[in-house]
């Protein structure tokens, strides 16, 4: 047994139980795969370790840390690598920086942060239950991002476990210590070689690749790596789902989050201006621009007892009341939330009236909220509507495959339109709602689906390849912010064209020459093992 031979050799706990390796079966992706053991690693050297010994023994390991990824990324079959429960410190924090484990739980480390005034802003929609290398491993993002943009941008280094069993610590480097990287006889020194060849050698056909939308999370990130001037690997290493090493440790620089917030409410009765609204907002630079449509809002009326449960400014008898009241009116078929902010008050009502002022004319309601008390029941149905979907939804179960689509704002009233008429005749077999980063044009479309039915699993390739061309006609991205994982990584090829994907294989083969981390994921995935691999109910 794996397990006998692993405790011989590390004092560290390993389980193999049933009821351990079910758990560690499933994340909150569509997919199922059984690990042999799950270990929990106390501190690197435990990790430094484990990984030699995979090494050695032709084994794979899979790190996983919350557990919230929703493309497959924090499952495999031999051994899972939980960080969650030990390396889940914060090592320090000063008057703009800090530095984290990965293991430690998103909201937690902004407990932290927070008391110091101070605020990591790429933090998702899971920032309750979801950890900071995760976020990391992902390239998540959320709300703010518009604003304040992705967490390469806060990522000043990180401490890696490269295949080699050692540890390494990545940040930006000039051309002189480029050179000494490159010139060391080492794993280290052929990395960093053979990195920096690949985009010298590809310098064109890279920067042609760079996606034409504000978020991706898809491939792997070589245009942030090199300009010429500094040379970065942990660019990397974000966004690579644990397939090219281990973080143990990652330094942020944190922001001061804005003391006051004034909320624009749009109702739009249909899609035709929406590029005109989206635009004419934008111009007035809201700190996050958020949406949600008519299903979802219909969703919130019908469980508005359960969503007014959730209100800390409101008595949550008059906040239902106050959200029933809406029932009689006929629904928007789209409600944006822009949201001002700033640390004079005045200054944030200032930009919202302005906002809304440059709406005049158009065929739309548009209100100001000033207050928490006032704001509270939007944010709550764009936060809160997918947890009802699935609490009402008996029987079915959240289906990530055409979750985190993105395209320029400007192609929003083509692309909407294209995309509901795509997914309608499929609507006897799913339910869906659509809500996500208007300001981005980033949507997060999560159907719930009777995946113990084959018709029903049948319906997740063939959708997914009509919206993914659909979003490349466009010249969007299939993930800004989840990933590729098992479900999107066998569509990278179509994404990038065959050269780029070519050069994000010679990547993982440069990091990962013997494949030992995460496999099957992002570049290695393959339509014949993930779809193998899909849950059946």
């Given amino acids: 047994m794996l397990k006998d031979e692993l405790q011989k050799l590390f004092s560290v706990e390993i389980l193999d139980d049933p009821e351990t390796l079910e758990k560690y079966s499933k994340d909150a992706s569509i997919f199922t795969i059984s690990p042999k053991v799950v270990i929990f690693p106390k501190d690197s050297e435990d990790i430094k370790q484990i990984v030699k010994y995979v090494s050695a023994n032709k084994l794979s390991i899979t790190v996983r840390s919350g557990g919230t990824d929703m493309s497959g990324g924090a499952i495999g079959e031999d051994i899972i690598l939980d960080v969650s429960e030990y390396l889940n410190k914060l090592i ?125 999370s898809t491939g792997y990130d070589l245009w942030e790596v090199y300009n010429g001037e500094s040379f970065d690997l942990s660019k990397l290493i974000i966004g690579s789902q644990g397939t090219l090493g281990i973080i143990t440790e990652a330094e942020f620089k944190l922001i001061k989050p804005k003391k006051h917030q004034i909320l624009l409410i749009i109702s739009l009765p249909d899609l035709k201006q929406l590029d005109i609204v989206v635009k004419k907002t934008l111009e007035f630079k809201p700190e996050a621009f958020e949406c949600f449509d008519d299903q979802t809002l219909n969703l919130a009326l019908e469980h508005a007892w359960d969503i007014s449960a959730n209100f800390k400014h409101n008595n949550r008898l008059f906040a239902y009341l106050d959200m029933i009241s809406g029932k009689k009116n006929a629904l928007p078929k789209l409600m944006l939330l822009a949201n001002f902010t700033s640390d004079d008050k005045n200054e944030a009502l200032k930009q919202a009236q302005s906002a809304k002022e440059a709406l005049k004319g158009l065929n739309l309601t548009a209100e100001i909220k000033e207050t928490d008390k006032n704001q509270e029941k939007y944010w709550l149905i764009r936060h809160k509507s997918f947890g009802l979907l699935m609490k009402y939804s008996k029987g079915k179960k ?140």
């Fill in 92 to 216: 320090d924090i000063d008057e703009n920086s800090t530095i984290v484990q990965p293991g430690m739980f998103y909201k937690d480390f902004e407990i932290e942060t927070l008391k110091q005034g101070l605020l990591l802003p790429t933090y998702p929609a899971s920032r309750e239950i979801c950890t900071v290398g995760g976020m990391v491993a992902n390239n998540a993002g959320g709300e703010l991002e518009l604003t304040y943009g992705p967490i390469n941008k806060y990522l000043k280094s990180m401490k890696v476990i490269l295949s080699d069993g050692n540890e390494y610590t990545l940040s930006s480097l000039n051309k002189e210590q480029l050179n000494n990287k490159i010139t060391q006889d080492n794993f280290e020194g052929k990395i960093y070689s053979e990195i920096y060849n690949l985009l010298e050698e590809n310098k064109e056909l890279v920067e042609k690749a760079r996606p034409k939308t504000s978020k991706n």
């Fill in 398 to 537: 959240a289906s990530s495959f055409i979750d985190d689509i993105i395209v320029k704002p400007e192609f929003l009233p083509e692309f909407l339109p294209k995309l509901n008429a795509l997914i309608e005749p499929y609507k006897d077999r799913m339910v869906y709602t659509l809500a996500g980063h208007i300001g981005d044009g980033n949507f997060h479309i999560i159907p719930l689906m009777d995946l113990s039915k084959e018709e029903v699993r049948a319906v997740i390739p063939e959708l997914m390849e009509k919206v993914f061309k659909l979003v490349f006609e466009y010249k969007g991205s299939m993930s800004a912010e989840h990933n590729d994982g098992l479900i999107r990584g066998p569509y990278l090829p179509e994404m990038y064209g065959d050269d780029v994907y070519q050069l994000f294989k010679k990547v993982k083969e440069i990091f990962d020459p013997k494949g030992i981390f995460n496999p099957h994921k992002k570049v290695d995935a393959t339509f014949e093992y993930s779809l193998k691999h899909m849950s059946k109910g």
